[in-house]
């Protein structure tokens, strides 16, 4: 366990002083940013869950592809080991 100092005490001082001001200086910037409706961002959300449930949709036809392939693959694999 560390001692607090007089120059430990300093140096905590100066980094929450550090703190303060750049928390102050997100609220000038958050201050000038321009609000916006949530109404604009309704449309890109519905699209991204439309791209989603497209994504899914392609998974699940890959998913049987592969399913198709390794069970192929395996019965390639017992009539090479029966001709061996």
């Known amino acids: ?30 201050a000038q940013t321009p609000e916006v409706d949530a109404d604009q961002f309704a449309g890109s959300l519905a699209n991204k869950i439309d791209y989603i449930k497209a ?5 699940a036809k890959l998913q049987r592809s592969l399913q198709r392939i390794q069970e192929e693959t395996a019965r390639v694999k017992e009539v090479l080991m029966e001709e061996l």
């Open 55 to 59: 994504l899914k949709i392609k998974e």
């Open 1 to 30: 366990m560390r001692k607090l100092t007089k120059e430990i005490l300093a140096q905590m001082i100066a980094q929450e002083r550090v703190k303060l001001n750049e928390e102050h200086d997100l609220q000038k910037v958050a």
